[in-house]
């Protein structure tokens, strides 16, 4: 009952169409409940890009020479494997991103890791970095701020992430990014960014996982 500017909520459209109906609907007069009754398209919609400042990569080269030993050596593959998720149904599991930089490095052994997450994934980020291997994957979890964490994808090569924020923010850069889903749809929450794969398995229930259950 706090709404001002009522809308139909179309669980059909990707998320953002939802929130940028919401925007549309605030310059539209209130005489028609709901509210907003053209249809927006993403068709090539594209967020504003992030252009960090030079001392903004500076900081961030200097943090990574800190946590590699030195300058990390192309390609530099971004991991954010979500440890911590207050949804665990949606992650992908340890073991999977374990072999998965294991393999990266089977086949690019010239290739740096860097394990992102929150403050409270470092210690198990940490650990997994080591198994992955401990001379090419590093962890920096806890070690940056929402914009530094941007800033570091316009450094990297290549961003693999579960389905949570970070795919969306590396969406405000020319990252490419493969988004792994699990039981939610890319079909609603897929990163707006051309450069970005989805994977999703696609089952009989898909997605299994959603907002009316």
């Known amino acids: 009952d706090f709404f001002t500017h009522r809308i139909s909520y179309n669980y059909y459209n990707h998320a953002s169409v939802q929130f940028l109906t919401m925007v549309e609907a605030i310059g539209e007069p209130l005489s028609e409940v709901p509210?907003?009754?053209?249809?927006?398209?993403?068709g090539d919609y594209r967020l504003p890009p992030f252009r960090p400042s030079e001392e903004e990569q500076e900081e961030m080269r200097?943090?990574?020479?800190n946590k590699c030993g030195g300058e990390p050596s192309s390609p530099l593959i971004v991991?954010?494997?979500?440890?911590?998720?207050l949804l665990p149904l949606r992650q992908w599991s340890r073991d999977k991103f374990l072999n998965l930089g294991r393999r990266i490095l089977e086949h690019h052994p010239e290739a740096t890791l860097l394990l992102t997450g929150l403050p409270d994934a470092r210690e198990p980020s940490e650990a997994l970095a080591r198994e992955i291997n401990p001379d090419r994957a590093f962890c920096v979890a806890g070690d940056t701020t929402l914009r530094s964490l941007?800033?570091?994808f316009t450094l990297a090569d290549l961003l693999i992430t579960s389905d949570c924020g970070p795919g969306h923010m590396a969406a405000l850069t020319d990252i490419p990014i493969i988004s792994i889903f699990g039981p939610e749809t890319p079909q609603l929450y897929s990163p707006l960014s051309p450069h970005n794969h989805s994977l999703w398995a696609g089952l009989a229930c898909s997605p299994c996982l959603h907002a009316f259950n």
């Open 35 to 42: 509210l907003l009754k053209k249809r927006i398209e993403l």
């Open 62 to 65: 200097s943090l990574l020479a």
């Open 79 to 85: 991991l954010n494997c979500n440890l911590i998720d």
């Open 150 to 152: 941007v800033t570091l």
